[in-house]
Each structure stands twice: as C-alpha cells, then as structure tokens.
C-alpha cells in the first residue's frame, strides 16, 4: 500500500516529502512547494497522504486543540496551536502552520477521494520506540527508523527526511486500519516492527 509523507516548513524551507509502498521507501524529496507536493500525489494517488502540520487551529480565544491535549497527556508533548487569530498575527513562528494549512486546503481541492491526515512523528517514533529520555533527537528517531526495516533508505537521512518517512509510514498505517486518533491527530498503534 502507497503512503505519502510531508514535513511541514514555512515558505523558503518548503516540504520534505517521502513515498513508502508496503516496507519500502520509494521516493523522497526536499524543498517541495504546494504545487509539488499536490502533483505528486496526484500522479500516483497513495491510499493516504500524513502532513506533520496542525489540520486546524485552536478554538478562537484559545491556546490549544483538546486533540494536542490529549496526545500530550497519552504520548508526548507537542507544541500546542492557538487559535486562528493568533496564527494570523504570529509573523514567521507560525508561518509553518499557515503553510501546512495551504496545503491541506489544495490537497482537499485535488484529492478529495485521499484522506490526509495530521500527524505527529515525534508521537509515533516514541510509540515505536520508546521515549527520547538524555538521548539526541537525531539519535532517537535514527534508531526507531532502522527500526522498521525499510528498504531504500539513504544511509544518511536529516531529521526532515526522517519525519517526512515517519508520517508516510503512520499514513500508511491509518489506511490499514493500524493507527489511533487524538481528534485530528493520528498516531500509529504501539510497535508493529
């Protein structure tokens, strides 16, 4: 089964994207605009597309989604996303946000038939292997990928890369039927490696 994955960036950094098929990564890509990431996807139409980026803002006058609440309570901390006024006003803080939203609207509008999904990859590397504790992020979620075994993997992959392939394998996983939802937020179940 076909997965997508997108680490969320502002405008200038733009989207990491990663393609898994069953425990295969078959492409991945840096520096993806909206128009990308959307054309991509609508070459080869994966059974789902997971974007680390926040589906929607916080209710208005509030800091925080009862979905980042509960995630944070069962999982990990996230940064939590405030309301749309807040992310409006924010300046390039919450650029990432704006962006990931954009790209959730163009997604809807030229794939309405797959689902994408939030998703959280620092959620589902500690699902997959356990909580960071004193080590380095890099180190952590390096680990918890060679964890899942797939093939065709560069040897050397950056934190965007890594997360980009941690919401495509969770997309995957939800279209499987083998993820849980905080709200909006979809998480793989406990290990499965």
Not at 30 to 49: E, K, S
Not at 91 to 98: P, Q
Not at 123 to 141: C, E, F, Q, Y
Request: proline letters at 6%.
């Amino acid at each position: 089964m076909r997965a997508l994955g997108v680490d969320v960036g502002g405008r200038r950094k733009g989207f990491d994207v990663a393609v898994v098929e069953g425990r295969r990564l078959l492409h991945h890509e840096r520096r993806c605009t909206v128009a990308d990431v959307v054309a991509l996807a609508a070459d080869a139409p994966p059974a789902a597309i997971g974007v680390d980026a926040p589906r929607g803002c916080a209710p208005a006058g509030t800091l925080s989604r009862p979905d980042e609440r509960a995630l944070s309570r069962a999982v990990c901390a996230i940064r939590f996303t405030p309301d749309a006024a807040r992310v409006r006003a924010g300046g390039a803080f919450y650029e990432w946000i704006r962006h990931g939203l954009e790209l959730y609207a163009a997604l809807d509008r030229r794939l309405p038939g797959v689902p994408a999904v939030e998703v959280f990859p620092t959620a589902a590397w500690t699902l997959w292997n356990g909580p960071r504790g004193s080590v380095t992020r890099a180190a952590w979620s390096a680990r918890a990928l060679a964890g899942l075994g797939l093939e065709g993997v560069p040897t050397r992959t950056g934190q965007d890369l890594r997360d980009a392939i941690a919401a495509a394998v969770t997309a995957q996983r939800f279209a499987q039927g083998e993820a849980a939802s905080y709200g909006a937020i979809v998480v793989p179940l406990r290990s499965r490696q």
